[in-house]
């Protein structure tokens, strides 16, 4: 057939075979050949991922690291921050004039009725300007009778309260004199509390009377019943802590000595008035006065 017998057709065939054969030959090496090389490149890029993973890790670590560092001086930053704005605050409030809520102070004052309050004051702008607001409180508010005395040198800073007091044993006053005095003692207190109240810093001065020497230690013109308001100076406690440290702990401790003194005589005057309770006739101590 074709020209080709049957042997010739079936050495034809066997060679298609071997040639067939060969080229599956060729296809299984080749495949074989693929999947060595597919499981090597799966290996590799495995190998290539562990190491984008520890590279990775690494990196965040340090990302991490590096975002808590920063976090931590930005919360140093912030803390020296808010450290210098309280120091300017304080600062401002040290050199800052001095002022006066005078409305809750008026109608403390008010009830102790009309008192003569004499006022010196440093010649210095703010003190001018802090006691036209001690007159306005004390004349406009509580109704008092105020008037400006010309400073005498003798005016330290901050705000001071003076009144007399008596020198002797609290029997040889009248009534009149006690009742007086105590309420003297009543109103430089109720004052000096409520200029406290605004962090102001005043201080109550007991003067002694001297009748024997006049205008020693109280102005010649002014009375015995009267009291004087000597504004100062705004004290420069802030510069002055800042350069002595210890000088706070002098001031607290001065203020400590003052209110043991003052518990003292209270316990005294308690003790006496316990004594004198029996005796028929004897006067008692006046009731211990507010202190400031």
């Given at each position: 057939m074709l020209g080709?017998?049957l042997?010739g057709w079936?050495?034809?065939m066997?060679s298609?075979?071997?040639v067939a ?8 090496v080749s495949?074989?050949i693929v999947?060595?090389l ?7 890029s495995k190998d ?13 670590s340090a ?8 976090n931590?001086?930005a919360?140093?930053a912030?803390?020296a ?11 401002e409030?040290?050199v800052?004039?001095?002022m006066l ?6 109608r403390?004052?008010?009830?102790f009725?009309?008192?003569d309050?004499?006022i010196i004051a ?6 001018r ?10 004349k406009?508010?509580a109704?008092w009778?105020?008037?400006?005395l ?10 001071e309260?003076q009144?007399i007091?008596?020198?002797?044993p ?9 009742k007086q005095?105590e ?12 200029l ?5 810093e ?14 020693l230690?109280?102005p ?13 100076m705004?004290?420069?406690s802030?510069f ?10 002098i001031?607290?401790h001065m203020?400590?000595m003052?209110a ?10 308690d003790?006496l ?7 028929p006739?004897?006067p008692?101590?006046?009731?211990n006065p507010p202190?400031c």
């Amino acid at each position: 057939m074709l020209g080709l017998s049957l042997p010739g057709w079936e050495n034809l065939m066997v060679s298609f075979l071997v040639v067939a054969g060969f080229f599956a030959l060729l296809a299984g090496v080749s495949t074989w050949i693929v999947v060595k090389l597919q499981r090597t490149e799966i290996a590799s890029s495995k190998d290539e991922l562990e190491r984008y993973k520890v590279d990775a890790g690494e990196k965040i670590s340090a990302a991490e690291a590096a975002g808590a560092k920063a976090n931590e001086e930005a919360a140093k930053a912030n803390k020296a921050t808010e450290e210098i704005r309280r120091e300017n605050l304080e600062l401002e409030k040290a050199v800052a004039p001095r002022m006066l809520e005078q409305g809750q102070p008026a109608r403390a004052l008010k009830p102790f009725g009309p008192i003569d309050v004499k006022i010196i004051a440093v010649p210095d702008f703010e003190t001018r300007r802090f006691s036209s607001y001690l007159v306005f409180m004390l004349k406009g508010l509580a109704g008092w009778s105020v008037e400006f005395l010309p400073d005498d040198g003798h005016t330290r800073d901050g705000i001071e309260i003076q009144f007399i007091v008596r020198v002797g044993p609290d029997w040889t006053a009248t009534e009149e004199q006690r009742k007086q005095e105590e309420k003297r003692k009543q109103v430089a207190a109720t004052l000096c509390n409520e200029l406290r109240k605004q962090e102001i810093e005043t201080t109550v001065r007991q003067v002694p009377e001297m009748r024997s020497m006049p205008g020693l230690l109280w102005p010649a013109q002014v009375p015995h019943d009267s009291l004087i308001v000597r504004v100062g100076m705004r004290p420069m406690s802030y510069f002055l802590d800042r350069r002595f440290p210890q000088s706070k702990e002098i001031r607290e401790h001065m203020e400590k000595m003052q209110a043991d003194m003052q518990r003292k005589q209270r316990e005294l005057d308690d003790e006496l008035r316990k004594r004198l309770e029996g005796l028929p006739g004897a006067p008692l101590p006046a009731p211990n006065p507010p202190r400031c």
